[in-house]
């Protein structure tokens, strides 16, 4: 008799909102979503009749889309939101879906994130720089696309000389989580520990940067020292 498999891949779906998001940035959010298991489910929401969505269109086959039509029923009013927010509760509810990314520049997707969250299950958000701080915040983890795009092939910025545009907030926020992990006598503290509560306040996500990893976001951060200890980063703050 066969024995069944102990563990299967993690199936992951990703919601597009093909109204809000840019088709030049679905091989980003795809390779990103590879964090979380295989993007089986791969829906694009839209009124496929307006020229606007011609972009997506070309992709369909490619990335084997799977497009949900929706007419502007009435002015002002978007069904696609509804559409698409009753799928994700579906796939939620149906209990095979073991993380979502949804791609969006629209606020209106908040408490859709939140809810999804509420399940322990995590969502990606995909959208801009001009995406609403509401719907970031709201998403376990928030990717501006927009710099991943822009972000240099196989090079690292730390090894040009060049320090990102990272801002007070998150200097704060990754100085308060290193001061409430466990450090050692030297003052350093384990980058995994960091990085997790770090998670727990933030969809903060160092790909926004221009960066791969956390660890080389810090490691380019003056405010911080590092080291490598078997494998693993541990940091210290010094400003």
Same mark, same amino acid.
């Given at each position: ?7 299967? %891949? ?9 109204d ?6 679905l091989?980003? #959010?795809?390779?990103?979503? &590879?964090d ?7 829906? #694009? *929401?839209?009124? @496929? ?6 972009? @997506? ?6 990335? #084997? ?12 009013k ?7 927010t ?22 209106d ?15 990606y958000?995909?959208?801009?720089d001009?995406?609403?701080? =509401?719907?970031?915040?709201?998403? %376990?983890?928030?990717?501006?696309l927009?710099?991943?795009? #822009?972000?240099?092939?196989? %090079?690292? !910025? ?10 007070? %907030? ?5 100085g308060?989580? @290193? ?7 030297? &003052?350093?503290?384990?980058l995994? !520990?960091?990085?997790?509560?770090? =998670?727990?306040r933030?969809s903060?996500?160092?790909?926004? *940067? ?5 660890s080389?976001?810090?490691q ?9 200890? !078997?494998?693993?980063l *541990?940091?210290?703050?010094l400003?």
């Amino acid at each position: 008799m066969a024995q069944r498999p102990t563990s299967r %891949t993690r199936n992951i779906a990703l919601l597009i909102d093909a109204d809000n998001a840019s088709p030049s940035s679905l091989e980003s #959010a795809l390779t990103i979503l &590879g964090d979380l298991g295989t993007v089986n489910i791969r829906r #694009a *929401y839209g009124n @496929w009749s307006k020229p606007a969505l011609k972009g @997506w269109s070309s992709l369909v086959h490619r990335y #084997a889309l799977e497009p949900q039509q929706q007419f502007d029923l009435t002015k002002g009013k978007n069904a696609t939101d509804m559409k698409m927010t009753i799928d994700a509760m579906d796939l939620l509810y149906d209990g095979h879906v073991d993380g979502f990314g949804l791609m969006t520049s629209d606020s209106d997707f908040m408490p859709l994130a939140i809810r999804i969250r509420q399940n322990g299950t995590p969502v990606y958000g995909f959208g801009t720089d001009r995406t609403p701080e =509401a719907f970031r915040e709201a998403c %376990t983890r928030f990717i501006d696309l927009g710099a991943v795009a #822009a972000e240099p092939s196989g %090079t690292n !910025e730390k090894a040009n000389g060049r320090i990102p545009q990272v801002d007070e %907030t998150l200097i704060s926020l990754l100085g308060d989580a @290193w001061r409430a992990s466990r450090r050692d006598d030297d &003052g350093f503290a384990s980058l995994s !520990e960091v990085g997790q509560r770090v =998670a727990n306040r933030s969809s903060f996500d160092a790909r926004s *940067y221009g960066f791969s990893r956390l660890s080389e976001l810090v490691q380019s951060l003056p405010n911080f020292a590092t080291e490598n200890r !078997e494998g693993a980063l *541990y940091i210290k703050r010094l400003r």
